[in-house]
């Protein structure tokens, strides 16, 4: 079977009606959702940043797991006003509830029983530090794995 590319003089007409389909952009309305988007990037850094030292600071009153169970019990709810919010609901289907099984296995309570046990065994800023890394090692298991 052949494959034909197409030419930048045939892309090239093709364009002018591309563009003039496309719906005119407020641009003060991109930069407010621009700015909006940017500033919830900064609140999520913020919130990863100083969560290590808040903990640490939690553990020294509370044992590990009875604050791991209070952090989460606060996550939930928070998840669910932020779901109700967002109107955007919808009940899993049974492949998906296996996979969400299996997820919030390893992804939450493994996660978590491990997070705050080596944060109660470190420093916050070595806790930091590694979780710094954590998009970067997510990324390298997801390419191998």
Excluded at 93 to 110: M, Y
């Amino acid at each position: 079977m052949a494959v034909t590319r197409a030419t930048p003089d045939a892309i090239q007409p093709a364009l002018p009606g591309l563009v003039a389909s496309l719906p005119q952009l407020n641009t003060t309305d991109n930069r407010r959702r621009s700015l909006v988007a940017e500033l919830a990037l900064l609140f999520v850094a913020i919130v990863w940043g100083v969560n290590p030292p808040v903990i640490k600071l939690g553990l020294q009153f509370i044992p590990p797991q009875p604050y791991n169970l209070a952090r989460l019990f606060v996550a939930s709810a928070v998840a669910i006003v932020a779901l109700w919010l967002s109107r955007s609901h919808r009940r899993p289907t049974r492949a998906d509830l296996w996979k969400l099984v299996r997820v919030s296995a390893l992804g939450f309570f493994v996660f978590q029983l491990l997070f705050t046990e080596g944060i109660l065994r470190t420093t916050s800023g070595n806790a930091s530090f590694i979780l710094c890394l954590m998009p970067v090692s997510v990324l390298l298991l997801n390419k191998f794995f």
